[in-house]
């Protein structure tokens, strides 16, 4: 799956850093600590249970000394990526890992659809080029109903979080990794918001079924309001507009319309 994001997500000024010097210096100091507290990891970790399968191939990007995969599940491969070499070497999760400055450059050294998940914890708020980013994240999923699972809460380096970031609450900024979602065609299947400790916890879990079930989907009309079944059993309602046209208007952040003459799906 591969979309083009065709304006920046953020402008100039939404995107400037307090300090604008090299992302690759001030990770070049390893840090062996966790970003959020215990309640906000278990529950990471209890997510990315309920969305990824065994022998699932994943991509952890912007991620550091630690994974916060399950324990009990073994993965086909999971590829590491961050900005500091010596925290991913002691990261046990990772089969293989490298450095990268995506604020400098965005196209991964991966394959077309060469992951079945790509996870991003803690880490968003620091993209300057986010609609780039999730091109690829969507780029290298796998068609076959990939998912990316971005998280987050209220800590960061503030100096190295972009403006839009800084100055959004929590709720503007899980609308913000929505808007990066949607920029990368992906549809955001379930947004999680919840308090374990003392940390909230934020996050978006998005598929790219868009373009590998556009033809291949099952619906069911009732009264006028169809039930899309698909993704891992997910309902999305649909209203009508016309005779040949549907909308979705909710359960979903990206609006979608489906053509029942084609019965094709598609995101806008």
């Known amino acids: 799956m591969t979309t083009q994001s065709t304006s920046p997500l953020l402008s100039e000024r939404e ?42 191939r994943i ?4 991620g550091s000394w630690v994974s916060h995969l399950p324990d009990d599940i073994s993965y086909g491969h999971v590829i590491g990526h961050g900005l500091n070499a010596a925290e991913l070497e002691e990261n046990e999760a990772l089969d293989e890992w490298f450095c990268q400055n995506l604020n400098q450059n965005q196209v991964l050294p991966l394959e077309d659809n060469s992951v079945d998940a790509v996870t991003c914890a803690l880490s968003v708020q620091y993209l300057q080029y986010p609609g780039r ?27 190295k979080a972009v403006r839009a970031w800084r100055a959004g609450s929590m709720d503007e900024r899980h609308d913000l990794v929505d808007r990066y979602c949607k920029a990368g065609g992906f549809a955001s299947t379930r947004q999680i918001s919840c308090r374990p400790e003392a940390d909230p916890f934020r996050a978006t879990v998005a598929r790219n079924w868009t373009k590998s079930n556009g033809n291949d989907i ?8 169809l039930y899309l079944e698909q993704c891992d059993n997910l309902i999305f309602t649909f209203i009508r507009h016309s005779e040949s046209v549907w909308i979705i208007i909710t359960n979903i952040t990206a609006f979608c319309i489906y053509l029942p003459d084609r019965n094709f799906l598609t995101l806008l």
């Open 15 to 56: 995107r400037t850093k307090r300090d604008p010097r090299s992302d690759t210096g001030f990770y070049d100091t390893p840090r062996f600590v966790t970003h959020a507290d215990d309640g906000f990891l278990s529950q990471l970790t209890d997510t990315y249970s309920s969305v990824l399968s065994a022998d699932d």
């Open 59 to 62: 991509f952890d990007a912007m």
């Open 133 to 159: 980013v999730f091109d690829e994240f969507a780029r290298v999923l796998d068609d076959d109903d990939g998912v990316l699972v971005v998280s987050f809460t209220n800590r960061m380096f503030p100096t």
């Open 218 to 225: 099952s619906v069911v009309n009732q009264n006028n309001i």
